[in-house]
């Protein structure tokens, strides 16, 4: 279970009353902690995991069939032409692909620009080390060291990690090549495949996927959905838990995808302003209905008046789906405060405005504290260290199916305790399942299939199972990824039906031995605690709320108030993964519930910021005190 929802709050009188401070002392005690989204912070209780797992978010059914569309394309392109390494493609694509046309444009194409300057420094590298098994294995080592180090510190980040990936594997395999020329012929390939991989992810985008302006007026949509479901049902815990999510989302990616929108120069700037205004004005909207489900009075609202608002929650949220923007819509005449709110902004949903928001601070390859600070620097050198054990392995052992143990260094590699071990766990089940899958196929139903659309088929309503998962909750999105790479490493080793049930085993023990390594490399030298984050955190969310309460415009509160609910999202996760880690970094009984206490109180003042705007010092007398409690945090 969840924390409670941000905007969840203790029962109010209708009409603008003014939040008290003392309430923020006795939050701790009060009953929200027992409300249905409270959570204990363990990562993924059963109950919450099957939720994840079937939860039917807005475009996820969409997305994962645009992703399983576009995979089997890449497949039947390698099956097709018989191009080497062809299991790599639909790999990348299921890794990368997003949602919207404009971000899979550009992601493809710097994933070819990328690779391909990759692919020249593997040829300087063999030119440097060919014939030289310990020169090839400390110019892989250097490279591996710089492109982990580039992955920490710079916006690169995943691709990075690929690059690197890569460009590690192929020096790897230069010893099975007997012939120079082959060399040659496999840096060419390795460039024919990320072309393809580039050109599919272009293609396939611009033919099937869908604007971002489009998917953003379907999460205004969802929204508002949501809210007419919490005004029909208030006390449905499941609704309770959506709006939650949506809340603790923000508007930063529905933002972002407005800014997608305005690279494809197809919209008028008047359309994108009103889809902005929508995007601000439905978050408030969900935040204020889910606090007042929460409320007596609202629960004393005339239940003809709730069903009347919410039908027209509907019929905008129609329109949105329809990728038609919505007129203002008249005065309803509720006699209910809480209604009257609603039935305000409602009528201003996506009303033009000349009001601009703050600008975000521009982004530099290299992030802050780059060459300042020495995590990453340390972080290189706990992936290189893991890589170098797992190739020591990988090579004594002369086991080529265990290649999966150099893989697992990259790809688990992240930069604190908790969020490695989080990984992990998703790799293992993940893996696990791949490969199960991938046996039974082998052992009962390739041996009847009579050509390649058969196995492409099968592979296809594997990508669509994986891809579903990959698509949902980024708590278990990595799992998805897994499932498919492993049946993708275990069916599509060659050009012909796989028979040989080693090798989804060698598959498996290769991930059990670089997660182990991993394990040991990133908890046993320089260990970092994703606790060491919280105080930042939290010192976050104080400034935060503090720039809340001083916002002029209700546009400028909204968007102020859904940064804070985007930190205690992020705050949350942290907190998470600190719970994940070895017992001497996990916090305390006394600092959990410290940190619950002040997750809470930042919610509640942050619903206090929406639903009484009207009291500066009160909520400035609010924000003082829970500056004063995270001053008590440990820096």
């Not at 109950?47 to 059914?61: H, S, V």
């Not at 002040?598 to 609010?622: F, K, R, T, V």
Request: hydrophobic share 50%; proline share 8%; charged share 15%.
């Amino acid at each position: 279970m969840a924390p409670t929802t941000p905007m969840a709050g203790t029962a109010t009188p209708a009409g603008p009353t003014p939040p008290q401070t003392a309430r923020l002392k006795e939050r701790d005690e009060s009953p929200v902690l027992l409300q249905p989204g409270s959570r204990e912070y363990t990562y993924l209780p059963w109950k919450r995991l099957w939720a994840l797992l079937w939860a039917p978010a807005p475009g996820r059914m969409g997305h994962t069939i645009r992703l399983t569309v576009t995979s089997i394309v890449a497949i039947m392109i390698g099956e097709i032409w018989h191009i080497p390494a062809s299991e790599l493609t639909p790999i990348i694509i299921l890794a990368l692909w997003a949602p919207d046309r404009v971000t899979n444009v550009i992601i493809g194409t710097s994933v070819f620009c990328l690779f391909s300057v990759m692919l020249v420094l593997v040829y300087v590298a063999v030119l440097l080390s060919i014939n030289n098994y310990f020169l090839t294995l400390f110019v892989n080592l250097v490279f591996t060291f710089i492109f982990f180090y580039l992955g920490s510190a710079t916006k690169l980040g995943l691709l990075s990690i690929m690059s690197g990936l890569s460009f590690c594997f192929f020096l790897l395999m230069l010893d099975q090549v007997p012939i120079s020329d082959l060399i040659s012929r496999a840096l060419l390939y390795s460039w024919l495949e990320t072309a393809i991989t580039g050109a599919t992810m272009v293609a396939m985008a611009l033919l099937i996927a869908p604007s971002p302006l489009q998917l953003t007026l379907g999460q205004i949509s969802a929204r508002l959905k949501t809210c007419a479901g919490l005004l029909r049902a208030p006390e449905d815990p499941t609704l309770q838990e959506k709006a939650r999510d949506f809340l603790l989302v923000g508007v930063t990616p529905m933002l972002t995808g407005l800014g997608m929108a305005k690279l494809e120069k197809l919209w008028r700037p008047i359309v994108l302003n009103r889809a902005r205004q929508g995007v601000l004005n439905s978050f408030a909207l969900l935040a204020l209905t889910t606090r007042f489900a929460r409320e007596e009075s609202f629960h004393d609202a005339p239940l003809d008046e709730r069903l009347r608002c919410a039908g027209i929650f509907e019929t905008l949220a129609d329109l949105l789906d329809r990728n038609a923007l919505p007129d203002p819509v008249p005065e309803a005449g509720f006699h209910s405060p809480d209604l009257q709110k609603l039935n305000a902004l409602l009528q201003v949903l996506c009303a033009p405005s000349s009001e601009t928001l703050p600008s975000p601070p521009k982004s530099r390859f290299f992030l802050p504290g780059a060459f300042e600070t020495p995590n990453h620097i340390r972080f290189a050198i706990k992936g290189t260290l893991s890589v170098l054990l797992s190739i020591l392995i990988y090579k004594g052992l002369n086991w080529n199916g265990i290649h999966t143990c150099v893989i697992t260094c990259f790809v688990v590699a992240l930069p604190t305790m908790g969020e490695i071990i989080a990984k992990q766990r998703l790799r293992i089940i993940g893996a696990v399942i791949g490969c199960t899958l991938a046996g039974l196929a082998t052992a009962f139903l390739i041996p009847h299939f009579i050509n390649v659309a058969q196995l492409i088929l099968m592979l296809g309503l594997g990508i669509l199972a994986g891809g579903w998962i990959k698509c949902g909750n980024e708590r278990i999105a990595y799992a998805g990824l897994q499932i498919v790479l492993a049946s993708y490493l275990s069916d599509l080793t060659a050009f012909k039906p796989p028979t040989d049930l080693s090798v989804p085993l060698d598959r498996v023990i290769g991930i059990l031995i670089g997660l182990a390594i991993t394990y040991v490399a990133f908890t046993r030298f320089w260990p970092q605690s994703a606790g060491q984050k919280l105080p930042g955190l939290f010192r976050k969310l104080q400034t935060q709320l503090h720039a809340a309460t001083l916002a002029p415009t209700p546009l400028l509160r909204y968007a102020a108030t859904a940064k804070v609910t985007e930190t205690i999202s992020s705050t949350e996760r942290t907190l998470e993964y600190n719970m994940l880690e070895p017992v001497p970094y996990c916090p305390t009984p006394s600092q959990l519930r410290t940190y619950r206490t002040l997750l809470l109180q930042a919610g509640e003042l942050a619903g206090d910021i929406l639903i009484a705007p009207d009291y500066p010092a009160e909520l400035g007398a609010a924000a003082a005190l829970f500056e004063r409690l995270t001053d008590g945090l440990a820096p």
